[in-house]
């Protein structure tokens, strides 16, 4: 854990000792630490992640089995990268729900954003990338199912059905 001047915490027990003095390493802590700093920022991320809890819980998904995290910057060795957010709700990995309501649960976040902050930029990126990485092992296990929908088209249909019910 690590402090900033206005005295947020961030977990930075992701980044290797070594990597915490990295240029990257340092401009994804400046960025988290401007973003912590600024109300609005706050707002739409913890809206986002309300979007992806209350669709989580709709899936089936217990409140107990949810992994909360607050502000983090994280380093991924294989990918050599830092990645950082404000707040993540994370579902346990084995959940056992119907791929239509993980995509749900996936989409909710950028249609939150979308819906109820007013933004244009939704920031579901890795939102979408970790419901793509899920749904196409789905997709291959299930070959009847790979016959009459996509990845492309789930997503697209969650997206419209999250923001039909707001």
């Known amino acids: 854990m690590s402090s900033d001047k206005h005295g947020h915490t961030i977990d930075i027990s992701g980044v290797p000792m070594e990597m915490r003095e990295h240029p990257d390493f340092l401009q994804k802590f400046s960025h988290l630490t401007r973003a912590l700093a600024d109300p609005r920022q706050v707002e739409i991320a913890c809206t986002h992640d309300a979007g992806h809890l209350i669709y989580?819980?709709?899936?089936?998904?217990?409140?107990?089995?949810?992994?909360?995290?607050?502000p983090t910057v994280k380093y991924?060795?294989?990918?050599?990268?830092?990645v950082y957010f404000l707040v993540c709700v994370e579902p346990p990995l084995n959940s056992p729900v119907q791929i239509d309501a993980f995509a749900k649960s996936a989409a909710a976040g950028g249609v939150f954003t979308a819906v109820l902050c007013g933004e244009t930029y939704r920031g579901d990126e890795a939102d979408l990338c970790v419901f793509t990485h899920v749904a196409s092992g789905l997709l291959r296990q299930n070959p009847y199912l790979?016959?009459?929908?996509?990845?492309d088209s789930l997503w697209r249909e969650a997206r419209q059905a999250v923001e039909k019910d707001l």
């Open 146 to 151: 790979s016959g009459f929908v996509t990845v």
């Open 76 to 82: 991924n060795p294989k990918r050599q990268e830092f």
């Open 56 to 70: 989580f819980q709709r899936a089936g998904i217990q409140i107990e089995s949810l992994t909360f995290h607050g």
